[in-house]
């Protein structure tokens, strides 16, 4: 399996990004599909899960959404209202796990290879 992700860019702050997550070599429509996203100097970081619900992070909440094109077999992460601490790295990721273990990345099989999303204050 193969993620790519891209739509990373800069955008000033209270703008719109969309980032999408096409998938290959499965289809992943059974599969939790999640965005994670490290800032600079910190550690990686759980944003968003789908399955046959959606779960957000506190911060993102509100903010962003997350939705799913089976037929695409792709994710995409529509991003409003950026703040300049949404500066990150985001990446997508694919398993088979359990719900109830969404946020935690070691759950995780299949990660993309991340694009930059940069927000000016």
């Known amino acids: 399996v193969q993620l790519q992700a891209s739509g990373g860019g800069l955008v000033q702050a209270g703008g719109s990004l969309r980032l999408s997550c096409a998938a290959s070599?499965?289809?992943?429509?059974?599969?939790?599909m999640g965005w994670f996203r490290r800032a600079p100097g910190k550690e990686r970081e759980f944003v968003v899960a789908v399955s046959r619900g959606t779960a957000y992070a506190d911060s993102v909440n509100g903010r962003f959404s997350i939705s799913r094109n089976n037929a695409k077999n792709t994710v995409y992460l529509q991003m409003n209202s950026l703040k300049p601490e949404d500066t990150a790295i985001y990446y997508c990721a694919a398993t088979n796990g359990v719900w109830s273990s969404r946020d935690q990345e070691t759950l995780y099989d299949y990660w993309g290879q991340g694009t930059l999303v940069t927000v000016s204050s």
């Open positions: 070599g499965r289809t992943l429509s059974s599969y939790i």
